[in-house]
T-cell receptor, first 111, second 110 residues
Framework: DVKVTQSSRYLVKRTGEKVFLECVQD?????MFWYRQDPGLGLRLIYF???????EKGDIPEGYSVSREKKERFSLILESASTNQTSMYLC??????????FGPGTRLTVL | TQLLEQSPQFLSIQEGENLTVYCNSS?????LQWYRQEPGEGPVLLVT?????EVKKLKRLTFQFGDARKDSSLHITAAQPGDTGLYLC??????????FGQGTTLQVKP
């Protein structure tokens, strides 16, 4: 079974802090994705990567950056956290684009 | 931009009842996936449908893809409390990125 793990289930940070969210997958998938999920807005794609050191902006990249130094690991970085970045963050990986495997999510609260 | 509309938004039923939820697209689907997300967890892929008119069954769940490939339905027979969750449809579109509907929240009461 594909396993996608995320570093934290719950995280509380203060405005202005730098925040790192880590995602690791164990199935040698090329593609990895970061989404945020908010009530009424559904899942929105922040960034994705189709290869090591490659990244592409999704629909809402502002205020975020990513890093993919190794195939199995995809990090999401909030350079200066703001309250409007309070959300559920979901990481996913896929061998082909249309079948994604998701991690359990990180619920981030920015105070 | 492709839009996926799911209905109903919310559904609360008693254990043992049947239900159907729908997913409609503003344009033809490339390939359609259905996911279920339990509270506090990430979405889990249930099925992928590609061919117009296709019907797939997964235990008590029946997935149907419209002939014109612009709509899909998910039917659950004899719902159980374990079916509770958010049901999401998604399409890969022509960009390779998944586009999600807003989802249908299902609550099955014992």
């Amino acid at each position: 079974d594909v396993k996608v793990t995320q570093s934290s289930r719950y995280l509380v940070k203060r405005t202005g802090e730098k925040v790192f969210l880590e995602c690791v997958q164990d199935m040698d998938h090329e593609n990895m994705f970061w989404y945020r999920q908010d009530p009424g807005l559904g899942l929105r794609l922040i960034y994705f990567s189709y290869d090591v050191k490659m990244k592409e902006k999704g629909d809402i990249p502002e205020g975020y950056s990513v890093s993919r130094e190794k195939k199995e690991r995809f990090s999401l970085i909030l350079e200066s956290a703001s309250t409007n970045q309070t959300s559920m963050y979901l990481c996913a990986s896929s061998l082909i684009y249309n079948e994604q495997f998701f991690g359990p999510g990180t619920r981030l609260t920015v105070l | 931009t492709q839009l996926l509309e799911q209905s109903p938004q919310f559904l609360s039923i008693q254990e043992g009842e049947n239900l159907t939820v729908y997913c409609n697209s503003s344009s033809v689907f490339s390939s359609l996936q259905w996911y279920r997300q339990e509270p506090g967890e990430g979405p889990v892929l249930l099925v992928t449908v590609v061919t117009g008119g296709e019907v797939k069954k997964l235990k008590r769940l029946t997935f149907q893809f419209g002939d014109a490939r612009k709509d899909s339905s998910l039917h659950i027979t004899a719902a159980q409390p374990g079916d509770t969750g958010l049901y999401l449809c998604a399409d890969s579109g022509n960009t390779g990125k998944l586009i999600f509907g807003q989802g249908t929240t299902l609550q099955v009461k014992p």
